[in-house]
Nanobody, 119 residues
Framework: QVQLVESGGGWVQAGGSLRLSCVASGRTFSRNAMGWFRQAPGKEREFVAAISWIGTYYADSVKARFTISRDNAKNTVYLQMNSLKPEDTAVYYC??????????????WGQGTQVTVSS
Protein backbone atom coordinates (compact mmCIF):
# COMPACT_ATOMS: atom_id res chain seq x y z
CA GLN A 1 0.00 0.00 0.00
CA VAL A 2 1.42 3.34 -1.07
CA GLN A 3 1.64 5.91 1.67
CA LEU A 4 2.96 9.47 1.64
CA VAL A 5 3.45 11.22 4.96
CA GLU A 6 4.23 14.91 5.15
CA SER A 7 5.79 16.74 8.07
CA GLY A 8 7.40 20.07 8.84
CA GLY A 9 4.43 22.37 8.59
CA GLY A 10 3.68 24.96 11.22
CA TRP A 11 3.38 28.63 11.97
CA VAL A 12 5.97 31.19 10.89
CA GLN A 13 6.17 34.94 10.53
CA ALA A 14 6.43 36.53 7.12
CA GLY A 15 9.98 36.38 5.83
CA GLY A 16 10.69 33.18 7.70
CA SER A 17 11.47 29.68 6.46
CA LEU A 18 10.12 26.17 6.78
CA ARG A 19 11.20 22.84 5.35
CA LEU A 20 8.57 20.26 4.51
CA SER A 21 9.40 16.59 4.23
CA CYS A 22 7.47 13.76 2.62
CA VAL A 23 8.36 10.15 3.23
CA ALA A 24 7.02 7.60 0.76
CA SER A 25 6.47 3.97 1.63
CA GLY A 26 4.94 0.95 0.00
CA ARG A 27 7.21 1.01 -3.01
CA THR A 28 10.23 2.82 -4.38
CA PHE A 29 9.58 6.08 -6.18
CA SER A 30 13.09 6.89 -7.35
CA ARG A 31 11.96 6.69 -10.97
CA ASN A 32 8.80 8.73 -10.41
CA ALA A 33 8.38 12.45 -10.42
CA MET A 34 7.36 13.82 -7.04
CA GLY A 35 5.63 17.08 -6.34
CA TRP A 36 4.06 19.46 -3.91
CA PHE A 37 0.68 21.12 -4.19
CA ARG A 38 -1.15 23.46 -1.84
CA GLN A 39 -4.70 24.45 -1.09
CA ALA A 40 -5.63 27.68 0.63
CA PRO A 41 -9.03 28.16 2.30
CA GLY A 42 -11.72 28.72 -0.30
CA LYS A 43 -9.36 28.07 -3.18
CA GLU A 44 -8.61 25.16 -5.46
CA ARG A 45 -5.57 23.00 -4.99
CA GLU A 46 -2.64 24.40 -6.99
CA PHE A 47 0.71 23.12 -8.17
CA VAL A 48 3.76 24.34 -6.25
CA ALA A 49 6.79 22.34 -7.38
CA ALA A 50 7.88 19.06 -8.92
CA ILE A 51 11.10 17.13 -9.34
CA SER A 52 11.87 14.48 -11.94
CA TRP A 53 14.99 12.90 -13.33
CA ILE A 54 15.00 15.72 -15.91
CA GLY A 55 14.88 18.62 -13.50
CA THR A 56 12.82 20.77 -11.18
CA TYR A 57 9.72 22.80 -11.89
CA TYR A 58 8.06 25.60 -9.95
CA ALA A 59 4.95 27.69 -9.98
CA ASP A 60 5.74 31.32 -10.80
CA SER A 61 4.48 32.37 -7.38
CA VAL A 62 7.22 30.42 -5.56
CA LYS A 63 10.17 30.62 -7.95
CA ALA A 64 13.40 31.82 -6.32
CA ARG A 65 11.84 31.29 -2.86
CA PHE A 66 11.09 27.54 -2.73
CA THR A 67 13.42 24.65 -3.53
CA ILE A 68 12.33 21.07 -4.09
CA SER A 69 14.78 18.23 -3.61
CA ARG A 70 14.78 14.50 -2.97
CA ASP A 71 16.79 11.79 -1.30
CA ASN A 72 16.05 8.56 -3.15
CA ALA A 73 17.91 6.48 -0.59
CA LYS A 74 15.40 7.69 2.00
CA ASN A 75 12.42 7.74 -0.37
CA THR A 76 11.92 11.32 0.76
CA VAL A 77 11.16 14.57 -1.01
CA TYR A 78 11.65 18.00 0.56
CA LEU A 79 10.34 21.49 0.02
CA GLN A 80 12.52 24.27 1.40
CA MET A 81 10.42 27.41 1.68
CA ASN A 82 12.17 30.74 2.23
CA SER A 83 10.95 34.32 2.34
CA LEU A 84 7.48 33.09 3.20
CA LYS A 85 4.52 35.38 2.63
CA PRO A 86 1.04 35.37 4.16
CA GLU A 87 -0.32 34.25 0.78
CA ASP A 88 1.71 31.04 1.13
CA THR A 89 -0.65 29.99 3.92
CA ALA A 90 -2.25 26.71 2.87
CA VAL A 91 -2.35 22.99 3.41
CA TYR A 92 0.60 21.53 1.52
CA TYR A 93 0.28 18.12 -0.08
CA CYS A 94 2.99 15.79 -1.29
CA UNK A 95 2.21 13.67 -4.33
CA UNK A 96 3.61 11.20 -6.79
CA UNK A 97 3.02 13.07 -10.02
CA UNK A 98 3.14 12.87 -13.78
CA UNK A 99 2.86 15.55 -16.41
CA UNK A 100 -0.06 15.77 -18.80
CA UNK A 101 0.66 18.38 -21.42
CA UNK A 102 1.63 21.44 -19.44
CA UNK A 103 0.06 20.46 -16.11
CA UNK A 104 1.19 18.19 -13.30
CA UNK A 105 -1.25 15.59 -12.05
CA UNK A 106 -1.16 13.67 -8.78
CA UNK A 107 -1.31 9.88 -8.73
CA UNK A 108 -0.87 9.31 -4.99
CA TRP A 109 -1.40 11.91 -2.29
CA GLY A 110 -0.35 12.54 1.27
CA GLN A 111 -2.70 13.76 3.94
CA GLY A 112 -1.34 17.30 3.92
CA THR A 113 0.46 19.54 6.38
CA GLN A 114 -0.68 23.03 7.41
CA VAL A 115 1.57 26.02 6.80
CA THR A 116 0.50 29.33 8.32
CA VAL A 117 2.39 32.54 7.63
CA SER A 118 1.49 35.56 9.71
CA SER A 119 2.09 39.13 8.64
Amino acid sequence: QVQLVESGGGWVQAGGSLRLSCVASGRTFSRNAMGWFRQAPGKEREFVAAISWIGTYYADSVKARFTISRDNAKNTVYLQMNSLKPEDTAVYYCAVVHKEGTTWQGDYWGQGTQVTVSS
